[in-house]
Each structure stands twice: as C-alpha cells, then as structure tokens.
C-alpha cells in the first residue's frame, strides 16, 4: 500500500522557468511533510516542509503548497537552474506514534540549459 | 539541523561476509533510523535505533540479518550479516531532533560480489 505517491517518474523543464513536482497522499492523518532532494551517491538533503496546519511555506526559490482537501502537495521551483537536477522525494509522517517517515517514489528533475 | 556522518562511504564485499556501518551525528538526537535504496527504488526504513534497547524493525527485516546498536544518542551501527548479492544497496543513516524535520548522512554504497 503506496501511501505516498509521485507520480511522475521524471520531468524535464527549461532553465529559468518554473518546476512543478507533484505529490499525492492517502493517509489523512499525515501531520508534516517533507522535500528532499538527492544527487547520485549522496544522502538525500532537506529542501522544505511543512505543517499540515499550513496550506503554503516559501524559502527561497523552494515553495511547497498543501491541499488537505485533495491530500496533495506540491514543489515549486522558480527560477529552475541546473544545479537543480536530482532526485526529488516527498516524505509524510505521523507525528503521533512511530514517527515514521513514508517516502513517495521520487521525480527525477532534470534542468535543461 | 544535524549533520551526519558515515563510515565507510563505500565498499565491496564478498558473499557471506559482514560489514558494519557506523553513523555518527554531531548533536545529540532523540530517534536515529536505517533505511536502504536499492538501485532505482525510494528509501525503505529498515529499523529505527533505539538507544538502550534493541531496535524496532519493519516487516522483511530482522535482527538476525541487521542487527542494529544505538549505545548512545550520537552513535549508531547498523550490521549487513551473511551478504549476498540482493544486499547491494546504499544504506543510509538518519536522525531527528528536537524538532521535526528528519536529516540523512551521505550514504553507505554496499557492493556484494
């Protein structure tokens, strides 16, 4: 059971404009979610999150927005650069209880010159 | 944030053999976790380190085969036992904080010939 779901294995976009990655939940009791972003042979790195208190948080270039109603979140990069070419994974979790985290599939970003 | 280190970054090991992998956080974290990410899949939790205590694992993954140590509340190990090739994955060391947000080391990239 997938509760967690990118559902784009791959988007490509054109240096300067917006980057969009999607994320989808199914678990209405995910309480914060998480992007992170993850170069080949590194660890993945913490971009953002956000409460699910919240329906938008901004930091930089990076802003995440929330739709509880429709339990999807998304990523938006702008202005896209190439150096923001990785892996992109979403992660929800539960605040209460195990505190674990579930992780989407990831989208892999690529930015094109 | 926590910054994450671990050791070895990498290696290549011979079936049936061992290797353990050492994580070391810079600050003092309330819950430490393995996961895995075998070739082109998301990250899978393996267990979360609990210090003092024997760790909690997830479904497909036992002690036997990853025992883990948390002997204080910077350090971990997690143990890769009897390897076969399926084995070969990046194992990565995580840890949370006070806060919420979830931070991961650099990943240990395990070859099993």
């Known amino acids: 059971d997938q509760q967690v779901k990118q559902n784009s294995p791959s988007l490509s976009v054109q240096e300067g404009r917006i980057s969009i990655l999607n994320c989808d939940y199914t678990n209405s009791m995910f309480d914060y979610f998480l992007w992170y972003k993850k170069y080949p042979a590194e660890g993945p790195t913490f971009l953002i999150s956000i409460s699910s208190i919240k329906d938008k948080n901004e930091d930089g270039r990076f802003t995440v927005f929330l739709n509880k109603s429709a339990k999807h979140l998304s990523l938006h990069i702008v202005p896209s650069q190439p150096g923001d070419s990785a892996v992109y994974f979403c992660?929800?979790?539960?605040?209460?209880?195990?505190?674990?985290?579930?992780f989407g599939q990831g989208t892999r970003l690529t930015i094109n010159p | 944030s926590a910054v994450i280190s671990q050791k070895p970054s990498r290696d290549i090991c011979q079936r049936g053999t061992s290797l353990t992998i050492q994580c070391q956080v810079d600050?003092?974290?309330?819950?430490m976790f393995w996961y895995r990410q075998q070739p082109g899949q998301s990250l899978t939790l393996i267990a979360t380190?609990?210090?003092?205590?024997?760790?909690?694992?997830e479904s497909g993954f036992v002690i036997d085969k990853f025992p883990i140590s948390r002997p204080n509340l910077t350090f971990s190990t997690l143990t890769v036992s009897n390897m076969s090739p399926e084995d070969s994955s990046i194992y990565l060391c995580s840890a949370r904080g006070a806060g919420d947000t979830q931070y991961f080391g650099p990943g240990t990239r395990l070859t099993v010939l």
């Open positions: 600050s003092q974290v309330t819950m």
């Open positions: 380190a609990n210090q003092g205590s024997e760790a909690t694992y």
């Open positions: 992660a929800a979790i539960l605040l209460q209880g195990a505190q674990k985290l579930v």
